[in-house]
């Protein structure tokens, strides 16, 4: 009856997922699984971190990692365990004039936007300083529209003139912003709706404007950047 009892609670740990005193070893391969499965990258990031493998990574597992998704926050981990470790929970200082790149969640329009209507983003790629992801791919980012008009007569086109405000950082653990700003060299009042409404009706955006109103659909892209430094701390 004592064997089976023993054999019982083993068995009860393993499926529980509670250490029996041996530490699991990753391979190359096993992290291409996951991938391949589509598993989290942060998640992959931490299982790695939680291993300590020494991986040794040639040049050709480098290049067949990145082919299958690996993240660069993923590969650092995975070169130098010890250091994506020490990093975590450690302070950081996110740069003024960070890059972040943002894609439009719904489309907007000169002829229905109102006044300080909500208007909503998320990020197109992770954000990462010193090899610590600040602002995950996928991070919810916000703005309002400052001003709107749709076409009138006589030839008038429409108006549109909004701002991106602020992003959403992933270092804490907890929900908090940082605000953003159109230009990398902040100059007088910076503000991404002015710089907007020059790059919706001329250079690369003109082709938003269809007939007298502008249209700007889902999914379009915009840059913008970090307003002043922040110190923030990476995730434990």
Do not use: W
């Amino acid at each position: 009856m004592k064997k089976t009892c023993v054999f019982t609670l083993f068995a009860a740990g393993i499926l529980l997922g509670q250490p029996t005193g041996q530490q699991e070893l990753l391979s190359v391969a096993d992290v291409e699984k996951m991938l391949a499965a589509q598993v989290p990258s942060e998640v992959i990031v931490l299982k790695v971190k939680q291993a300590h493998t020494p991986f040794n990574l040639s040049t050709t597992d480098i290049l067949a990692l990145e082919k299958a998704g690996a993240s660069a926050d993923l590969l650092k981990a995975m070169m130098d365990p010890a250091g994506a470790a020490e990093s975590a929970g450690a302070e950081i200082t996110i740069p003024d004039g960070t890059e972040v790149k943002l894609l439009l969640k719904n489309p907007l329009s000169s002829a229905t936007a109102q006044p300080e209507q909500r208007i909503e983003f998320t990020a197109s790629e992770a954000v990462t300083v010193h090899g610590v992801t600040v602002i995950e791919k996928g991070a919810p980012a916000v703005g309002h529209i400052i001003e709107a008009q749709s076409a009138k007569g006589f030839g008038r086109k429409g108006k549109l003139n909004f701002s991106i405000d602020t992003v959403q950082l992933s270092t804490s653990g907890e929900k908090e912003n940082i605000r953003l700003r159109s230009s990398k060299a902040a100059t007088g009042s910076d503000s991404y709706g002015k710089a907007g409404v020059i790059g919706l009706l001329a250079g690369p955006f003109a082709a938003m404007v269809h007939g007298k109103d502008i249209e700007v659909p889902a999914g379009t892209e915009f840059t913008i950047y970090i307003d002043g430094d922040r110190k923030v701390r990476g995730k434990p």
